[in-house]
Nanobody
Framework: QVRLVESGGGLVQAGGSLRLSCTASGNILRLYVMGWYREAPGKERELVAT????TITYADSVKGRFTISRDKYTVFLQMDSLEPEDTALYYC???????????????WGPGTQVTVSS
């Protein structure tokens, strides 16, 4: 069993910054992919950023404004120049996890709310 816990969401004015964190815990032997997705009201969940080794992928809408980084089992999302359109519930995602009980895929955190006011 792997647990993901996010923190760092909140309310910020347009142009401001927030830093999200997510830590994975459990009987983890190796964790290959960590990243962030978001879901705005009335919209489907979408990729924000993901990191696998040295490979990083960003959604076009956040390129140049958001930065993903990782320290072992913790992933961060530095969000700068926030826009009202960034308002969403942000989910931490982990994939391809080797545990002492066997492999796991597609694990999600409960989400953290980010609200950007205009």
């Amino acid at each position: 069993q792997v647990r993901l816990v996010e923190s760092g969401g909140g309310l910020v004015q347009a142009g401001g910054s927030l830093r999200l964190s997510c830590t994975a815990s459990g009987n983890i032997l190796r964790l290959y992919v960590m990243g962030w997705y978001r879901e705005a009201p009335g919209k489907e969940r979408e990729l924000v950023a993901t990191k696998e080794g040295s490979t990083i992928t960003y959604a076009d809408s956040v390129k140049g404004r958001f930065t993903i980084s990782r320290d072992k089992y913790t992933v961060f999302l530095q969000m700068d120049s926030l826009e009202p359109e960034d308002t969403a519930l942000y989910y931490c995602h982990a994939d391809r996890i080797a545990t002492s009980a066997g492999p796991l895929w597609n694990q999600w955190g409960p989400g953290t709310q980010v609200t950007v006011s205009s």
